[in-house]
């Protein structure tokens, strides 16, 4: 909880990125395929880059700490692939982002389950997987639905989402102030657990 608790500005610039991102999807539908890839590839580093920095700044191991760092890391992987392969297909880049979106999504939920008694609007979290998981399940059921239907999908998608990462880093912001009052209330970590017996001595 304390780790995304104090890095709340990490959903808000993943947010503002992915809906940009969507913005620019959306409106030039009609841009080539390399200008996409590289636009993809950027979203997909800086995104991927501004979990895994506000995880590492993190002192908790937990279960959820691992999942979100894998989402991440497979966010980072995805935008390599796009910088050092721009030579790939429509239909390759249309899979490497419907991968993206299911991997991250399956992270963020099975974080969100981990976390639903600890952290204050994780529901945004979860919110954010589901719809990371839908759409990139309907990238892969329908890839051949055309160019500009597909732009509008991605570009949908990056805006809502976007839309509740803010919302969920603007929660734990106005949270972050009320943790020792709610560390009181909830149960203790497996960590927190494991630090007892040291304290007591």
Known sequence: MR???ENWWAPVVRGIIAIAFGITAAMLPGAALTAFVYLFGVYALVDGITSIAALASGTVRGNDWWILMFGAAAGVFTGLVA???PGVTALA????IAARAVI???AELMAAYELRNRVPGVG???AGGLLSVVAGMAMFIFPAAGALAVAWLIGGYAIA???LAIVLGVTLRS???RLPS???TMAPTIEERELEPTQRR
């Open 3 to 5: 780790i995304m608790s």
């Open 182 to 184: 709610l560390r009181h």
């Open 83 to 85: 910088f050092f392969v």
């Open 161 to 163: 989402f976007g839309i």
């Open 124 to 126: 945004m979290l979860a």
């Open 104 to 106: 991250t999504g399956v």
């Open 93 to 96: 880049l249309l899979f490497l």
């Open 175 to 177: 949270q972050r102030d």
